[in-house]
Each structure stands twice: as C-alpha cells, then as structure tokens.
C-alpha cells in the first residue's frame, strides 16, 4: 500500500524514517521547524553502535558513516578518576557483517549523509515549517500549518523529539519525559591516539569520558549530577565544567590540562538528560510516534539515535507488510518497544549508578547485556 505521509521533525529519527518509507514505495514530506538542516543538528558526536549501524544499513546510511567517522575496534575502557585501568568493554559484533562495535561520528556529518539520502530518494524536506493542529478522520489526517492553510495526508509520523506535540495528540498531555538528575557537558577535542574506543573514567561524582569521532577528532563528556534548575548562566560553562573535573587524573586531568582551559565557553554543549517509555499504544488511528518522542533515551549507552532508526526501519516494514495501517502500527509497537524499554531502563540504572544510588551495580555488565541483546536481530 503506498501512502503520503507527514514526518513532523527533522531530526536523526525523522529523517531515518523518511528515508525507509520512501524507499518503500510511500509519498513522504518531512517538516522541521528549524531554519536549514544545520539548525537542526544539537550537540557534538554521536555513537553509533553495531546495532545502529546496521539500521543504518537498510536505509543506505551505513558506509558513508563508517567513511566520515571513526570505527573503533572494541567498545571501550573503563578506568577510575586517576586514571587507573579497570576493566575492558568488548561490545558485540552483528553475525554476518563487517561492522565495527562502535563507530563515532559528528552530528553535522550524519545529519548531512542522512539529508543527502533523503534528497536522494526523493523525501520533500520542508525547513522553518511546523504544524497547528491534526485532525484524524476515518480516512486521513488533515494537517493545519500556521497561517490556517491546511494539507490531507493518509498517515503523520511524530518525530518531534523529546518536547513532541504530536505525542500529545497520541497519548495525551501528561505523558511527558522525565528530568534525571544528570546533564551532559560535551565538547570536541582532538583525538589522541589512547582515544581509539570509548574512554571512559568514572568517578563519585559523575562519569568522564571521551568517544573517537574521526580520524583526528573526539569528544570529551562528563555526566554531572545537576538539578534541572542550576545550569550554569551563559559564559560560566567551562568554569562549571572544569570544576566537575578538577580532581581528576588520567587522560581527563591531561585534556583539561592541556586543552580544555583554553576552549571557548561557545564550543560546551551542556544538554539535560530525561527519559520516557511510554506503554502502548504508540500510535491513535492515523498518527504514530517514533523515536525520542516516546522513548527518550538518556546518553549512557549511546542508543538513543540507534533505537529512533531502527523504529523508521521496523515502521516501514511493517507498512509495506500490512494492507491495514492499524494493524502495521500495532506490529510495529509490538517489536520495539521491549528493545526500547531495556534501552531506556538500563540508562536509569546506569546513571543511578554514576550518581552512587546503586553501588553494587555492574554497568560494565549491564553495557554489555545491552549490546548483545541488541545485536540480536530486530
Ligand atoms: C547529551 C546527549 C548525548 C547523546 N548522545 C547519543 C549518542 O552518542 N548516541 C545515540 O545514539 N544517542 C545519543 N543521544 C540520544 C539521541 O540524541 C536522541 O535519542 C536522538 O536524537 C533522537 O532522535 P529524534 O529524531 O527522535 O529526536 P531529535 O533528534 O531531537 O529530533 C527532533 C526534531 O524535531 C524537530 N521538531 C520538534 N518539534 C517540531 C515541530 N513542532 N515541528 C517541526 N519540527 C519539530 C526538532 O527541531 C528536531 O530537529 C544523546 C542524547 C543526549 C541528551
């Protein structure tokens, strides 16, 4: 069955999304509310885990992400705030093909190879466009834009991200994510040769860690326990993260030695963490949600990107296998959300660890349950 379909939001899921239902024979428009395909790119580096780029794969995204970016070959290292050495994180290989563990790529790369494919299969991307309202009838959804002109579609995928409106129309106002406890300060650094996988140091008060992103580049992070209220004002970034660090040895007292004292307030990124899985249903008649717009994944296990493309894949399959759009949207809800729900909860515990609430929690276990779950097929 070929449809047109509104993809609300531009981002790493939206666009993924697009891409897969083009490409199976669907109508697709995307609108994203930011100005051009760079304002809609937020924060630094992405990882991208074998699972992730096996979706990525499907959509025709995979090798140009593994060109521009950097393929590690292991998961990471876990050392202690000195810089001492505990224990190896393999991570987990797909059977059957050549992707790495762990690949990091910079946002802007990815949403650029990701735009470009779009354009490719023919996806209409419009920019500074939202929407009103949606009404869902029988047989379509009218979508009104602002300045009242309105526009029918057969089915609207919300890919809206963490503050989605079309999740209200799904499943209701109070249905929101949830603040953490943690933020996340990222910035780019340059890559060193001992930042061949994920690095991380973990100390009481917070996670430190750096991700390959490229042949000469990485990003350095620190996961800070912060109430939602006290991000540092603007200009007071990097003293904020320097005195997250301060006590730091290994390779992050290094970087911050040599590097990060002399980076520009402008080039931190500080995000706040939140979560949310919502139950079933993901979607209510003709519109459906994808990604972080009802599973927002927190950063501790570099999933969040993975599981919103492998929600676009899964969507479109089940579109092309299924006459009845209801019935696809059931199947589709049916196989992610217990990847989804394992994803979003072990983020928790993880990040309950760093914040000391479980001190008898594996993470480097938990990490590596995940991953091979999620190797799995899906
Ligand atoms: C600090 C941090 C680090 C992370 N690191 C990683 C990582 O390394 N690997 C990983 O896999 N995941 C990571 N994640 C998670 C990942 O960024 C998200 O899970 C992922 O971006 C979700 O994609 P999405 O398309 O659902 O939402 P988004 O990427 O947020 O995209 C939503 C898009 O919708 C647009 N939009 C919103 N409202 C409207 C509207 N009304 N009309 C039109 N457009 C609209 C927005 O402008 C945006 O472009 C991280 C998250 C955080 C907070």
């Known amino acids: 069955m070929s449809s047109s379909i509104l993809v609300v939001g ?11 239902l083009q490409s199976t024979g669907n109508d697709v428009t995307v609108i994203e509310k930011q100005a051009d395909l760079h304002s809609s790119v937020f924060g630094v580096g992405i990882i ?5 780029l096996r979706a990525l794969d499907a959509i025709g995204c995979a090798q140009a992400c593994l060109d521009a970016g950097y393929g590690a070959a292991a998961w990471g290292s876990m050392y202690d705030a000195d810089g001492n050495f505990l224990r190896d994180m393999p991570g987990t ?36 466009t939202t929407f ?38 799904v499943l209701g106002a109070e249905i929101e994510p949830h603040y953490i406890g943690q933020s996340a300060f990222r910035v780019n650094v340059p890559r060193t040769p001992e930042i061949d996988r994920i690095v991380l140091q973990a100390s009481r008060q917070g996670m430190a860690g750096f991700v390959p992103i ?89 999933q969040g990107a993975a599981q919103a493309i492998e929600d676009g894949v899964v969507l479109a399959e089940t579109l092309a296998a299924h006459d009845d759009h209801e019935a696809a949207f059931a199947e589709y809800t ?4 217990e990847r989804c729900k394992l994803v979003v909860d072990t983020c928790l515990a993880i990040g309950d660890w760093e914040k000391g609430l479980l001190p008898d929690f594996d993470n480097i276990g938990a990490t590596n349950h ?7 097929p899906f």
């Open 48 to 52: 991208q885990p074998a699972n992730a």
């Open 214 to 302: 490229g042949p000469d580049l990485a990003y350095f992070f620190y996961n800070a326990e912060m109430a939602r209220d006290a991000r540092p004002p603007r200009g007071h970034l990097k003293e904020a993260l320097l005195g997250h660090i301060a006590h730091y040895g290994g390779l992050t007292g290094r970087v911050r030695d040599e590097y990060l004292v002399n980076v520009a307030d402008d080039d931190i990124v500080l995000r706040p963490e939140e979560s949310l899985i919502a139950a079933a249903p993901w979607h209510k008649g003709r519109v459906v949600l994808v990604g972080d717009a009802v599973h927002t994944v927190t950063p501790h296990l570099g």
């Open 132 to 169: 009103e309202d949606l009404e869902a009838d029988a047989a379509g959804v009218t979508v009104r834009f602002p300045g009242g002109t309105t526009e029918r579609f057969d089915l609207v995928v919300g890919a809206d991200g963490v503050r989605s409106q079309v999740r209200r129309h």
């Open 370 to 376: 995940v991953l091979t779950v999620l190797a799995q």
């Open 10 to 20: 531009g981002g790493i899921g939206g666009l993924a999304t697009a891409i897969a």
């Open 334 to 337: 049916a196989r992610r959300y």
């Open 93 to 128: 290989l797909i059977e059957g093909s050549d992707f790495p563990p762990m690949n990091g790529v910079t946002r802007p790369h990815l949403h650029q190879i990701l735009t470009s494919r779009a354009n490719e299969v023919g996806v209409d991307i419009r920019y500074s």
